[in-house]
T-cell receptor, first 111, second 117 residues
């Protein structure tokens, strides 16, 4: 079946530091890949997505590239802000409609 | 659109009581999902519907859990009887079938935090 393995947290960074959160997946066929963000007390919000190999999803300074050869979709941001503190989830959607989520990575950015 | 609306936001109930969680999906969306989030198990898919029909309920933990979608604008998740281990945040999400089969995204509600004491 489908699975997503995500870098374990928590991750603590200083403001303006570079962020990488690793994500690898196992799936048959050609899944779509997503990063969702969850702020405290809120539901999940789509951050970015990529639907085919070599696609780069980007939003709010975050980027992730769909790497089929390494089955990865690592999340990066060049300069994090305090407001980026949240839990980040990597997810995939295969041939069925439901999302399979990673375990989530808690990010805390200190001023 | 107001997004996916869940109610209540918080629910505290005693063990053995019946609990009903409610969800209104985004208008026009044809898929509806129920997820449960806990620290131990992360986000788990419980059940999902397509055009009001349950497609996959393999994630429903026990017979105490049931879900219905009587129409396109409403779904319920019921736990009867509730137990302390059911304490979690329950999310509802909806999505639509876009122009490409793989190009849909799920929109989540704010969740219901359930505490069973």
């Amino acid at each position: 079946g489908n699975s997503v393995t995500q870098m374990e947290g928590p991750v603590t960074l200083s403001e303006e530091a570079f962020l990488t959160i690793n994500c690898t997946y196992t799936a048959t066929g050609y899944p779509s890949l997503f990063w969702y963000v969850q702020y405290p007390g809120e539901g999940l919000q789509l951050l970015l997505k990529a639907t085919k190999a070599d696609d780069k999803g980007s939003n709010k300074g975050f980027e992730a590239t769909y790497r089929k050869e390494t089955t990865s979709f690592h999340l990066e941001k060049g300069s994090v802000q305090v407001s980026d503190s949240a839990v980040y989830f990597c997810a995939l959607r295969g041939s069925a409609r439901q999302l399979t989520f990673g375990s989530g990575t808690q990010l805390t950015v200190l001023p | 659109d107001a997004g996916v609306i869940q109610s209540p936001r918080h629910e505290v109930t005693e063990m053995g009581q019946e609990v009903t969680l409610r969800c209104k999906p985004i208008s026009g969306h044809d898929y509806l999902f129920w997820y449960r989030q806990t620290m131990m198990r992360g986000l788990e898919l419980l059940i999902y519907f397509n055009n009001n029909v349950p497609i996959d309920d393999s994630g429903m933990p026990e017979d105490r859990f049931s879900a219905k979608m009587p129409n396109a604008s409403f779904s319920t998740l019921k736990i009867q009887p509730s137990e302390p281990r059911d304490s979690a945040v329950y999310f509802c999400a909806s999505s639509y079938t876009g122009t490409g089969l793989m190009n849909t995204e799920a929109f989540f509600g704010q969740g219901t935090r359930l505490t069973v004491v």
